[in-house]
């Protein structure tokens, strides 16, 4: 017994099923009433309908419905003309219905996101309708512009002129990281909008499209200020104008004179001296390598040039230029080496001596310089001269005696050779005192309680003399002040005459007068009386002009010791001032105050006392 072949197997079991349905259908069982043609064929049809609706909702495709298995529809016209109005009416329901349904879905997304987080602008209700709810950005990887959850998809509000200077308001977080993540099924992609050209604006600094700041919003257009024209511009303006046109008229006036008195052509010569030559046909660098002396000899080649020839200033011989010092060179201070010691110096005395001997000592030897002569005396002439001693004694004696004159004839030449003349002594002793005064120059003030003696007098001006020292003497009825202004040895050295070598409470004695104990007689006494009187005259003199001569409690006493940047004296002289205006008169404006303090001055002892 064989089995019945399956309905999809070959067309014959295809026409072989439709030619059954159509018998079932014509002819139903159990007499029950006869249903339209939409039967199996149709179902098969709505569900392939509903599944190709359901592919291109996903993909974004154009439906395209598939066609029945069969080939040829049936023979009855009754039954097969109202097939493809119910498929596409089918059709047409079940895509509506699946949009209905999306959009359900999306609105309760949006919802549920609204009311999880309440940072969110709400929608609007009344009158306006609620914004619709922009898409997410598709895409995954380097096609993701940034992440979903960083995007800040708020409309900014309007915002004007005068709200730009207004404080900001405080702001609440609104990224979307704080909203809780829900799932969202994937929409279809969005059709791309058409982009509209951007066209340059002609009015604009910049290209629109290049997305400048200048290109999409203008700058703001600022008013001008008022410029005033300050006063006698125009007139100064004016007068060179005037001045241009006055020196013009005598360049011509000028040049017309010149033209009557026939001095045209020194001008001439004057004016091709003043422009300048035309370059040379070749440098003088170049001329040495050029056979005519133009660049033109460069058109025949190297090898037409003076490089390789005998007449070629190029040759093996390398020129080595001459060390010329750099300028900052003199600039460079040497540093002082260190002085040694009175030992050390003995001993490279010693080392030094040495050398010379041995040196001398081993030319010599190798015959470049005569031995020198024996020196004799009279104390070792026997051990020297021993056989011509014992012939001839008398004449040895004489050579010897005549050899060391000789000798000491020889060093008092040199001596006297090495010897400064009067005028090259005193310009090293002048050289020597302007060195002392480049290390810097100090003042010193000294106080003396009396000043009339004339041997102190005259030993307080020589030495200043001699040690190139400037200043000034003040002599006042109660005091006497030195000032003193040098180079710091020359300062040390007058320091110690005025503090340690000078006897302030001693005079000096009269001139001529002599220690000489004379008899007690009547003429002596007479005499001693007439010689003196002079003196007494003197003294007297000196007492009735500075007060009392008495020196018993006469001192010295430095009051001030300081450096200066310059002199304020160029000499060293004395002068009398009876008053302390006459007094700081002397001593100027910026040395007044010494006279001051040299007048307060109290030394230690009476201070103590």
């Known amino acids: 017994m064989s089995k019945r072949p399956h309905e999809s197997n070959g067309d014959t079991n295809g026409s072989s099923s439709a030619t059954k349905k159509f018998k079932s259908d014509a002819t139903p069982s159990n007499g029950a009433k006869a249903t339209p043609a939409v039967s199996a064929d149709e179902l098969i049809k709505q569900k392939r309908a509903e599944i190709a609706a359901k592919m291109a909702a996903m993909t974004g495709k154009k439906p395209v419905f598939p066609s029945g298995p069969s080939k040829t529809p049936a023979p009855a016209p009754a039954v097969v003309a109202p097939q493809p109005t119910a498929s596409a009416s089918a059709t047409e329901d079940l895509a509506r219905r699946v949009a209905e349904a999306k959009r359900?879905?999306?609105?309760?997304?949006?919802?549920?996101?609204?009311?999880?987080?309440?940072?969110?602008?709400?929608?609007?209700t009344g009158k306006k309708k609620a914004a619709p709810v922009e898409p997410l950005p598709q895409g995954a990887g380097l096609k993701m512009a940034a992440h979903p959850l960083l995007l800040d998809t708020s409309v900014p509000a309007p915002q004007s002129k005068k709200d730009k200077y207004k404080p900001m308001q405080p702001k609440f977080a609104s990224i979307k990281a704080n909203i809780r993540n829900t799932p969202i099924s994937t929409p279809p992609p969005a059709a791309p909008s058409p982009v509209s050209e951007v066209k340059a604006n002609p009015y604009a600094s910049k290209d629109a499209a290049s997305g400048s700041f200048e290109g999409a919003a203008p700058k703001e257009r600022t008013s001008r200020t008022f410029r005033f024209n300050q006063k006698g511009k125009y007139t100064q303006i004016a007068n060179q104008i005037r001045h241009d046109a006055q020196l013009e008229a005598l360049k011509q006036r000028i040049a017309e004179s010149a033209r009557k008195a026939g001095l045209d052509s020194e001008f001439e010569t004057v004016e091709k001296n003043i422009r300048r030559e035309a370059p040379p046909g070749a440098e003088w660098w170049d001329v040495a390598l050029l056979p005519n002396d133009t660049y033109d000899d460069l058109a025949s080649g190297m090898s037409a040039l003076n490089i390789r020839t005998p007449e070629s200033p190029i040759n093996i011989y390398i020129q080595h230029p001459i060390k010329i010092p750099a300028p900052g060179d003199k600039d460079k201070v040497d540093l002082k080496p260190l002085l040694p010691t009175k030992k050390e110096q003995k001993k490279m005395r010693k080392h030094r001596r040495q050398a010379e001997l041995q040196d001398k000592r081993d030319r010599i030897r190798m015959g470049l310089i005569a031995p020198d002569a024996p020196k004799v005396r009279l104390a070792n002439l026997m051990k020297v001269l021993t056989s011509d001693a014992v012939q001839d004694p008398t004449r040895v004696e004489a050579r010897v005696r005549r050899e060391v004159a000789m000798r000491k004839h020889n060093h008092e030449k040199m001596n006297v050779e090495r010897k400064l003349t009067d005028e090259q002594r005193r310009e090293k002793i002048e050289n020597k005192k302007i060195d002392e005064e480049r290390k810097g120059l100090v003042g010193v003030v000294f106080k003396v309680k009396t000043l009339s003696d004339p041997s102190h007098r005259f030993k307080v001006r020589k030495n200043a003399e001699q040690l190139n020292l400037t200043g000034l003497v003040i002599f006042h009825p109660s005091f006497s002040m030195i000032y003193v202004e040098g180079a710091p040895k020359f300062v040390r050295q007058y320091k110690r005459l005025m503090l340690n070598r000078i006897q302030w409470t001693e005079a000096a004695r009269a001139r001529g007068e002599e220690e000489v104990e004379l008899e007690d007689s009547g003429e002596g006494n007479a005499e001693g009386e007439s010689t003196a009187g002079p003196s007494r005259k003197q003294s007297g003199q000196d007492d009735s002009e500075y007060g009392a001569v008495s020196l018993a409690d006469n001192r010295c006493d430095l009051v001030w010791e300081g450096q200066l940047r310059?002199?304020?004296?160029?000499?060293?002289?004395?002068?009398?001032?009876?008053?302390?205006?006459?007094?700081?008169?002397?001593?100027?404006?910026?040395?007044?105050?010494?006279?001051?303090?040299?007048?307060?001055?109290?030394?230690?002892e009476v201070e103590l006392f």
Not at 586 to 599: E, I, R
């Open 104 to 124: 359900r879905v999306a609105d309760a997304q949006s919802r549920m996101s609204v009311k999880d987080n309440p940072y969110l602008s709400m929608p609007q």
């Open 566 to 604: 310059e002199r304020a004296f160029k000499t060293f002289r004395p002068k009398s001032c009876p008053t302390d205006a006459v007094a700081k008169e002397a001593l100027g404006a910026k040395m007044a105050g010494y006279w001051d303090q040299t007048k307060n001055w109290k030394s230690e």
